[in-house]
């Protein structure tokens, strides 16, 4: 039974229909019914539940940091952005992949709250990269206070500012992500804070993907006890994916549980928190099991010929890649050669040039001489023939 309240908003089920409201609308949906799903509808619902569960689980991961301050939108960015991962795999098609095997670069620039992006609050540019030991690095420029960080509050208000940031790593397959570091910098008011590198050592878990957001805090200062707290609100609170790096190896199977109960066991022993957690509510695995052809089942011809298709398509683009590399590593190797080339070409260039001149010269001369007699010949009635072009009158 649906009702009206008192704002003259409906509420509830109407027969075949359901009425609710959403950011001031009202909103008529149809009730959910169940169909029966092909083989490719199975995957695509597979698939979108694992993006969602996978997105879920990454905004719980930095929720500690960003609180919940975000603005209402933001659950609404996330999942579009890891499901534009997940497709974009080369490797593995549709019922096959994972986030382990996407493009997450479709995760930088992700903010967590659109109200006060990240981009807009801090004025310089950021660079975040990974060695090949396994290091990441995070490259500050020089930061001037307060021309390169822009925040509503007034100078007189602000005591301190404090840029944080922090790496996760993520293993969907083994279901658990681990905090790894937080590297934080204090910038104090009016102060110029010179170039820096922040380099995040020490072991990365195996299988993990890794992902690091950056977040900006304005302090106040208590001047009770001496601290500061930050001031940051609903309508302020700039944070955001800044880096995303796929995993360097493969785990083994229970690598996740056994190392949540050693580092678990060790937390409880020195009386500190577990960084490693398990990913709970994560469906991507039980999906990616519902979504495989099952033993014995008849794939239809239609069903058959989009497969074949899907993987031709795919070798396809892996086949142009490759070209294209090649192409690159060609063209790298050939640079030093570039110069050589060039200089031989203009010295024969130079060499040759007073007697192609002079040919030139000669070559005209015949073509016009040949022109001529053969524009006499017909305006005679002559035949031609004998000269370059054959004119025949009919």
Request: proline share 3%.
């Amino acid at each position: 039974m649906a009702t009206i309240d008192n704002k003259g908003g409906v509420h509830g089920k109407a027969g075949s229909v359901i009425y609710r409201s959403y950011r001031g609308r009202n909103i008529m949906q149809g009730l959910p019914r169940r169909f029966k799903q092909t083989l490719a509808s199975r995957e695509s619902a597979g698939e979108f539940g694992m993006a969602s569960s996978a997105a879920k689980a990454i905004r719980q991961a930095f929720q500690p940091f960003y609180h919940h301050y975000y603005d209402g939108a933001m659950i609404n960015r996330v999942t579009p952005a890891v499901s534009r991962c997940i497709r974009s795999s080369r490797t593995k098609r549709r019922g096959e992949r994972d986030l382990h095997d996407g493009d997450l670069s479709f995760l930088q620039g992700l903010e967590f709250n659109e109200n006060s992006p990240l981009s807009g609050a801090l004025q310089v540019k950021t660079e975040v990269s990974r060695h090949e030991a396994g290091q990441v690095v995070v490259t500050l420029p020089r930061i001037t206070v307060p021309k390169d960080l822009v925040t509503p509050f007034k100078w007189n208000r602000v005591h301190q500012y404090r840029l944080s940031f922090v790496l996760v790593g993520f293993n969907f397959r083994e279901e658990f992500f681990e905090y790894l570091w937080e590297k934080t910098v204090y910038l104090e008011t009016e102060d110029i804070a010179e170039a820096q590198e922040l380099v995040f050592e020490g072991e990365v878990p195996r299988g993990c993907l890794l992902l690091m957001m950056a977040k900006l805090d304005c302090m106040e200062r208590n001047y009770y006890d001496g601290g500061y707290s930050s001031m940051n609100s609903a309508e302020f609170c700039p944070a955001g994916l800044i880096a995303a790096f796929q995993s360097a190896d493969e785990a083994e199977k229970g690598y996740g549980t056994e190392r949540l109960e050693t580092n678990y066991d060790a937390a409880v022993a020195e009386g500190r928190v577990c960084p490693i957690l398990p990913i709970t509510g994560y469906q991507g695995n039980r999906f990616l099991a519902r979504t495989r052809i099952p033993k014995g089942y008849k794939m239809k011809a239609k069903e058959r010929q989009r497969r074949q298709k899907q993987e031709e398509t795919e070798q396809a683009l892996l086949k142009r890649l490759e070209e294209k590399k090649k192409s690159a590593a060609g063209q790298v190797t050939d640079a030093g050669k570039g110069d050589v080339v060039k200089t031989t070409m203009a010295k024969e260039e130079g060499v040759n040039l007073k007697g192609s001149a002079a040919d030139q010269g000669a070559a005209d001369q015949n073509t016009a001489d040949q022109r001529a007699a053969g524009l006499g010949a017909a305006d005679q009635g002559k035949d031609a023939s004998g000269l370059t072009g054959t004119r025949v009158k009919f």
